[in-house]
């Protein structure tokens, strides 16, 4: 049981009074915000588990982990201790964690300068060696001088996944809590307001709202800080940046993103060459779209491939999980896969608006850490060095709030004040960098697409060296970008092959996703006739061709079921929802042209389960 499970490894690794376990009731003042509920704010109206933290943090991604160790460091340092823990919704540390990556070693080398040394590290097995930088058309390849921004000499190709492993056991060692199989359902708020923990999701819980036998409720967390490391479009991250207009409050741009779909393969060893990486742009997207392929050399016969498509496409009939597939019809990329076999698959979203796009970092209790901003580099094909050096900052700034006051967030007469943080990152490298790329991804949107942005991209680059004395701004989100199906062209895909190309039940296995059937659906449609009135007469059902993993189809007739389970008993197509497809990419969250889709935290456990990715 979740509550058993919590209480029995804090009896195991923790003592004193930080670490104290209590009981909330209706005496205490602490409410919950869920962003699985229409009622935004209630008040905690039954008895519920609580355990206290001096720091909580959602998410055991790179900036989570490295927010936790920087955080028992400082500690170390000066002698002093604070209880720290972090949830992960995957089933494990890394079960969630999908990117391309070849990875800049920059913040690692601030976190644990010694990581070169440590035998277990999985990140020294392949440095990269060659860079290439191509544009396609559906035959032909042309190589382009690589941007210094693509360089990679000292770089590390990588499983992202098989690294965040790595890390945590890092912050374990230094007496950081991690619970995996933790979803953050509900933020906790003090009576003044402010952010004073979070709250994971009741499990068991049926599909039909009673609950099953081995029902327990979520626990309450409470924490003196709160940093949020849920990632790109986290489900809380977004009630708390809406909650406290944290976007209104700086000014900053909408955020654009991306769909990110990937595979690793094991190929020939006479066509592997260790740390080459490619990168593309062109084909197989249309001229109009933001997006580019990858090719990464891994260790051991491996590569990882990819195709990143801009969620600010068009046309209603793309699909970016078949764009992927063209991507690898392409001769270059088949020559490298033909004879290979593909042993994992996964999709993830990525946040692409830069700098314009980060909001406010801080809010009254806690900040945003990583990609839960929107740290990416997006000219660099990077974010998990900045979103470490976020979390490090954000670490930083949290000890040096909370000071030697560790009393119960309970107790607390205010809420910690993290605007420090906001002010580092601006002093950081961090802030730099991304100034210096801030024109290159709306430059494409401002400039007509392809040709025109990789013209703006070399004279940024070569000629005005990142200092332009203008800014591009993202004009609309991009959910407001998609065309009528009247107004867009069918796009006809090939069938795959079952070789190279598969169908989406294939791939949708490879990457091991599994939720619980009896369960609440977890993708909400906030109005459940849009999709019949809406969706599907105008843009002719673009949820199921932006979604990368079959959660969404139009079904007739008695094939389509409520969320009740029981037939809609008519002609008529109606949407059904797959949920226990779910690979949390979040791009229905982000694409649905009305907004109708709300992307909720499932069961703690459920999803896709990344080893390699």
Known sequence: MIRQILLRKASNSRTGSAASLHRLSKLDWIHTSSAISQDQSTDVSI????MHYDVAIVGAGPAGLSAAIRLKQLCDEKGKDMSVCVIEKGAEVGAHI????VFQPTALDELLPGWKEDPSCPITACPTTKDRFYMLTKRATLRLPTPPQMKNKGNYVISLSEMVRWLASKAEALGVEIYPGFAGAAAIYGADGSVRGIRTNDVGIARDGHHKEGYTPGMALTANATLLAEGCRG??????MKRYSLREKVGADPQTYALGIKEVWEIDP?????GMVWHTVGWPLPVDTYGGGWLYHMGENRVSLGLVVGLDYKNTYLSPYQEFQNFKRHPAVAKVL??????QYGARSLSEGGLQSIPALSFPGGALVGDAAGFLNVSKIKGTHTAMKSGMLAAESAYKALGTDTTSALGATSAVDLSSYEDAVKKSWIHTELHSVRN?????????????????????TYILRGNAPWTFHHGRADHETLRPAADSKKIEYPRPDGELTFDLPTSLYRSGTNHDHDQPCHLRLRNSKVPEVLNLPVYDGPEARYCPAGVYEYVSGNAAEGESGESTKTDKRKLQINAQNCLHCKACDIKDPNQ????TTPEGGGGPSYTLM
Not at 98 to 101: A, D, E, M, P
Not at 270 to 274: G, L, Q, R, S, V
Not at 441 to 447: D, E, M, T, V
Request: aromatic share 8%.
């Open 47 to 50: 008895e519920q588990d609580s």
């Open 235 to 240: 489900s809380l991250s977004a009630e708390i």
């Open 596 to 599: 109708n889709i709300q992307w």
């Open 338 to 343: 033909q004879g290979g076999t593909c042993l």
């Open 440 to 460: 290159i991804r709306p430059g494409f949107s401002h400039l007509g697409g392809l040709f025109g942005g990789l013209a703006h991209a070399a004279f940024d």
């Open 270 to 274: 006479a066509k592997h060459i260790p």
């Open 98 to 101: 999908l990117s391309g990556n």
